[in-house]
């Protein structure tokens, strides 16, 4: 190991508020205040909180953490009890258990959501397999994709829709029936089709797609 960042792994250990640039490898710590993050390879931080930016390139698995401005992943994310004070943008799987953030969301990628609150705009673009459950989006939802799964008691703002490149006709939303969509769901480079249950809410309109039960 380098000096530079068996120094930086001591510092985290004994707590101490300090920057995290440009180390490598895997870093698995409890982070009690750190001034920023910028990572290559794995990192496995929780407890604490992260003052600056935070830019990874690897693998994210974060809990309990706190992010006071941005996180930008390349690779695989897990927030799991963390919350993203300003955006949140993932190149590659992404996974949000009893998270929020405040700003704009951009994942590349499937996009797993669960028990969280998104304020911003949501933007998937992941062919198939993205599902929320129990979720609330406060702003409107862009997917581009093949397929989406939006169940439990999830409220989203609107859905615009778009095919992917590699399934470029008939896009599918699926809503589970304690969901409530408040504006229009609308597909708009190719007509879809939304799945819906009996007791499922759509207070706006589906535009250029046929709504199905």
Same mark, same amino acid.
């Given at each position: 190991?380098?000096?530079?960042?068996?120094?930086?792994?001591?510092?985290?250990? /004994?707590?101490?508020?300090?920057?995290?640039?440009?180390?490598?490898?895997?870093?698995?710590? !409890?982070?009690?205040? *750190?001034?920023?993050?910028?990572?290559?390879?794995?990192?496995?931080?929780?407890?604490?909180? &992260? =003052?600056?930016?935070?830019?990874?390139?690897?693998?994210?698995?974060?809990?309990?953490?706190?992010?006071? =401005?941005?996180? !930008?992943?390349?690779?695989? &994310? #897990?927030? !799991?009890?963390?919350?993203?004070?300003?955006?949140?943008?993932?190149?590659?799987?992404?996974?949000? +258990?009893?998270?929020? /953030?405040?700003?704009?969301?951009?994942?590349?990628? &499937?996009? %797993? *959501? #669960?028990?969280?609150?998104?304020?911003?705009?949501?933007?998937?673009?992941?062919?198939?397999?993205?599902?929320?459950?129990?979720?609330?989006? @406060?702003?409107?939802?862009?997917?581009?994709?093949?397929?989406?799964?939006?169940?439990? +008691?999830?409220?989203? +703002?609107? %859905?615009?829709?778009?095919?992917?490149?590699?399934?470029?006709?008939?896009?599918?939303?699926?809503?589970?029936?304690?969901?409530?969509? @408040?504006?229009?769901?609308?597909?708009?480079?190719?007509?879809?089709?939304?799945?819906?249950?009996?007791?499922? &809410? %759509?207070?706006?309109?589906?535009?250029?797609?046929?709504?199905?039960?």
């Amino acid at each position: 190991m380098k000096p530079v960042i068996a120094s930086t792994l001591l510092s985290l250990l /004994v707590g101490v508020s300090t920057a995290c640039a440009g180390t490598s490898g895997k870093l698995a710590k !409890d982070v009690t205040n *750190l001034n920023d993050l910028n990572h290559n390879g794995v990192a496995e931080i929780q407890n604490g909180s &992260v =003052k600056g930016s935070a830019k990874i390139r690897g693998r994210l698995i974060a809990k309990d953490v706190q992010f006071a =401005k941005s996180l !930008d992943v390349n690779g695989r &994310v #897990e927030l !799991d009890k963390s919350q993203v004070a300003e955006s949140l943008n993932v190149d590659g799987r992404a996974t949000l +258990k009893d998270s929020s /953030v405040r700003g704009e969301s951009y994942f590349r990628g &499937v996009a %797993i *959501l #669960e028990q969280s609150h998104l304020q911003g705009a949501v933007t998937i673009r992941g062919d198939q397999g993205s599902s929320l459950r129990n979720v609330t989006l @406060d702003s409107s939802l862009n997917f581009l994709g093949n397929e989406l799964e939006i169940t439990g +008691k999830s409220s989203v +703002k609107k %859905i615009a829709v778009d095919p992917s490149p590699e399934h470029p006709l008939g896009p599918i939303i699926r809503l589970g029936a304690d969901v409530t969509v @408040d504006g229009d769901i609308e597909f708009r480079s190719a007509p879809g089709r939304v799945y819906v249950s009996p007791t499922t &809410v %759509i207070r706006g309109k589906v535009i250029k797609g046929e709504v199905l039960r």
